[in-house]
């Protein structure tokens, strides 16, 4: 098990990017696929990127393509989430999550952090 803690949401306007951190403690963080999701308002979570326990291996749902970047640093049990040209349908909560199993799917997913929140002004 490996607690999650997500940071860097905020509010930003459209065109403008945020780099969302999510920090674990607690587990073997190299061990552990990453996902992204995101929950907008009435809405159902959706699942955005993920990266395998390298890092080598990433991959990301058609919307964000070309605008977000995951990536992770396993020395600083840390994974990130860069996001460019953010538009206002991005606007929601932003979890990350952890598995060792990879996949989109948010029940593969164990361990989630409490989410931050990230608003896109039109």
């Known amino acids: 098990q490996v607690h999650l803690v997500e940071s860097g949401g905020g509010l930003v306007e459209t065109g403008g990017s945020l780099r969302l951190s999510c920090s674990a403690s607690?587990?073997?963080?190299?061990?552990?696929?990453i996902g992204w999701f995101r929950q907008a308002p009435g809405k159902e979570r959706e699942f955005i990127a993920l990266?395998?326990?390298?890092?080598?291996?990433?991959y990301y749902t058609d919307s964000v393509k070309g605008r977000f970047t995951i990536s992770r640093d396993n020395a600083k049990n840390t994974a990130y989430l860069q996001m460019n040209s953010l538009k206002p349908e991005d606007t929601a909560v932003y979890y990350c999550?952890?598995?060792?199993?990879?996949?989109?799917?948010?029940?593969?997913?164990?361990?989630w952090g409490q989410g931050t929140q990230v608003t896109v002004s039109s």
């Open positions: 999550a952890a598995t060792t199993t990879p996949g989109t799917r948010e029940v593969e997913y164990d361990d």
């Open positions: 607690g587990g073997t963080f190299s061990s552990y696929t």
């Open positions: 990266t395998t326990w390298s890092g080598l291996n990433t």
